[in-house]
Nanobody, 123 residues
Framework: QVQLVESGGGLVQAGGSLRLSCAASGRTFSSYAMAWFRQTPGKEREFVAALNWNGARTIYADSVKGRFTISRDNAKRTVYLQMNSLRPEDTAVYYC????????????????WGQGTQVTVSS
């Protein structure tokens, strides 16, 4: 069982940066693949980025490639999403997700979810 709590969202101007954090409970955090998704009203949850248990393998959505970086610190049981060069279309609720071992890019690939943190990018 893993519980996830996101933080770091807020309001930022276009071109700015934010770093999201996701703190996880559970002693086996290092065995979990972790991911970030985002969702805007009326739309399905969208994959943003994911990484495997040791961070050696990462996957990014084309829309954020080169601007966002996912990373993790297993000692702190935390995964991060560094977001640079933010755009108004990045505005969404960002969710952290976890899955034991398996790395995926769709919602159904992940069993554990945080409550979300709002990111708003003004133009």
């Amino acid at each position: 069982q893993v519980q996830l709590v996101e933080s770091g969202g807020g309001l930022v101007q276009a071109g700015g940066s934010l770093r999201l954090s996701c703190a996880a409970s559970g002693r086996t955090f290092s065995s979990y693949a972790m991911a970030w998704f985002r969702q805007t009203p009326g739309k399905e949850r969208e994959f943003v980025a994911a990484l495997n248990w040791n961070g050696a393998r990462t996957i990014y959505a084309d829309s954020v490639k080169g601007r966002f970086t996912i990373s993790r610190d297993n000692a702190k049981r935390t995964v991060y999403l560094q977001m640079n060069s933010l755009r108004p279309e990045d505005t969404a609720v960002y969710y952290c997700a976890a899955e034991y071992i398996s790395l995926g890019t769709t919602e159904r690939d992940y069993d554990y979810w945080g409550q979300g943190t709002q990111v708003t990018v003004s133009s």
